[in-house]
């Protein structure tokens, strides 16, 4: 996924993500709990506290939302206000036996607005799938595909977003890494579980994009540092390996890679020759030439044999909508970025990153980058009016406080120790993953997957699974969930139902019993 590095990742921070009739009401008559103080420049916890209750698959459930922050500190002084919103169902089940999430976007410097808004909160933001929002008014509504009705949800923003800031002498480059991330959220959710009684409960982390690398960060983390075993961990759409989801780069395998998704974007807008109906089959294909075609050619370097490279190009060209001198002239090495450009090039239009499906007209013709994602205006302002409207509102979040919805730029450090004590020199989080599936037996594994994905494509998701280093038994605990979307499958109409089965599904599944 490289482009330059600061270019690709300044992109990705962005996100970086009909059942029963429902009911909600907002208990109005309660004013909200406030417990927000300022003495003498000392920064307190915050909670503002709301009843509610809507009604999921059939079910009236009624819940405490919580919005604040904790204090973090080190060595007793405050270094990062951490923000978060919790959501907790009121219920006669002990707190031991209640499962909770943690749940995040990713970026890195994306707050949890997306997943908060998109799939997991009670309210939902109303978007036009693949197309641009309506314009305001915004439209909100109770989210009946949430499962509150099975777990607790806390939605976290890390340092730099939402209402996380550095505090006293901590400075944002203290928090704003591989590692240092890794390790102040997973002391967020130490001090969150121990202040409100969770350590007996099943828990589970739900990251996406870079929270695919947070997660499974956290997943080793956690109990390695905290003793704290996690039942579950689900990573939607997940950034793992840059040395397999980078396609920009000199790297051969990316590239053998991102292809299905540049055939599966060609072949949704209808640019394939003699297209067929069976996307699936046609993707299973071109993954398999991908990898026992393509991937050889490219490791043959600049000295390949002529017949070869021609006989190459031409399938390339076939599977992706463009043509075979096309690929000639870029040396069968052609990135997502320059794809999207190329695509629609003569309708002056380009396809999306997050989501391919979305388009929109290019800015420039000769364009070989993208100096815009159709995705994220046709989505992005629906999102940030639904929230803020729901936070000052539903909430009753009234302060004087800024959310920030992206902490973009960063100046991210990548480096990365991997779990045998080694600093990497491209960050992968498949060893601290496998080590945590090893080390906990109990620990389960969700990926939900979009095939219309140019940010995170399946087929490198797929290259991830392949390449954890576990034992059978372990890979029994893995599921594997694919939509016909894109980075955000929950926004497609027809996944998003599918989307809350298959999660709650695996929530129930991962947790023992008697």
Excluded: C
């Amino acid at each position: 996924m490289r482009l330059t590095s600061s270019l690709f990742f300044s992109l990705l921070t962005a996100l970086l993500i009909l059942s029963a009739p429902i009911e909600s009401t907002y208990a109005d008559e309660h004013e909200p709990e406030s417990e927000h103080h300022e003495a003498n420049d000392a920064p307190e916890a915050h909670r503002t506290s709301t009843q509610h209750s809507i009604r999921i698959d059939g079910e009236t459930i009624d819940y405490e939302a919580t919005v604040g922050w904790l204090i973090m500190q080190n060595e007793g002084k405050p270094v990062a206000r951490f923000g978060y919103t919790a959501y907790i169902r009121n219920t006669d089940q002990p707190k031991g036996e209640r499962p909770i999430t943690f749940a995040f976007n990713g970026g890195p410097g994306s707050s949890s607005i997306w997943l908060h808004m998109g799939v997991l909160g009670p309210q939902r933001v109303i978007v036009n799938d693949s197309d641009y929002a309506a314009p305001p008014p915004v439209r909100r509504v109770d989210n009946a595909y949430s499962v509150l009705d099975v777990t607790d949800l806390v939605m976290v923003d890390p340092v730099g977003t939402g209402f996380s800031k550095p505090l006293g002498e901590a400075e944002g480059k203290d928090f704003w890494g591989v590692d240092q991330d890794i390790e102040s959220v997973a002391r967020f959710i130490r001090q969150y579980v121990s202040e409100n009684g969770r350590w007996g409960s099943p828990k589970f982390i739900l990251g996406e994009s870079y929270g695919g690398i947070r997660g499974a960060g956290l997943a080793h983390h956690l109990q390695s540092r905290h003793g704290m075993n996690l039942n579950g961990l689900i990573l939607v759409s997940p950034f793992l390996d840059a040395g397999a989801g980078r396609d920009a780069g000199d790297l051969n395998l990316p590239h053998a890679l991102y292809l299905p998704t540049l055939a599966a974007t060609a072949w949704y807008h209808d640019r394939i020759e003699n297209q067929s109906d069976d996307m699936e089959g046609f993707l299973a294909e071109v993954e398999d030439f991908a990898l026992n075609e393509y991937l050889p050619a490219l490791f043959a370097g600049y000295v390949i044999d002529s017949d070869r490279k021609q006989a190459i190009a031409e399938q390339l060209a076939a599977y992706t909508g463009t043509t075979t001198d096309y690929w000639q002239r870029a040396n069968l090495r052609v990135s997502h970025q320059q794809f999207v450009q190329e695509l629609m090039r003569d309708d002056r239009m380009i396809a999306g990153r997050i989501d391919s499906r979305f388009i929109g007209p290019s800015t420039n013709a000769l364009a070989e980058s993208m100096n815009y994602d159709p995705f994220f205006p046709a989505v992005g302002p629906a999102f940030t009016a639904a929230f803020f409207d729901y936070l000052h509102d539903d909430l009753g979040f009234r302060e004087n406080e800024d959310y920030k919805t992206t902490a973009w730029p960063l100046d991210w450090d990548w480096s990365h120790v991997n779990p045998d004590g080694r600093t990497q020199v491209a960050v992968n989080l498949l060893p601290d993953l496998s080590r945590a599936m090893v080390m906990n037996p109990g620990l389960h594994l969700h990926i939900q997957q979009g095939y219309y994905d140019l940010a995170t494509p399946y087929s490198v998701t797929n290259y991830y699974l392949r390449h954890l280093d576990i034992p059978e038994p372990a890979r029994e605990r893995i599921r594997y969930d694919l939509y016909p979307a894109g980075h955000m499958m929950y926004l497609h109409d027809e996944s998003l139902q599918q989307y809350r089965d298959d999660l709650v599904e695996f929530i129930e599944g991962a947790i023992p019993t008697e």
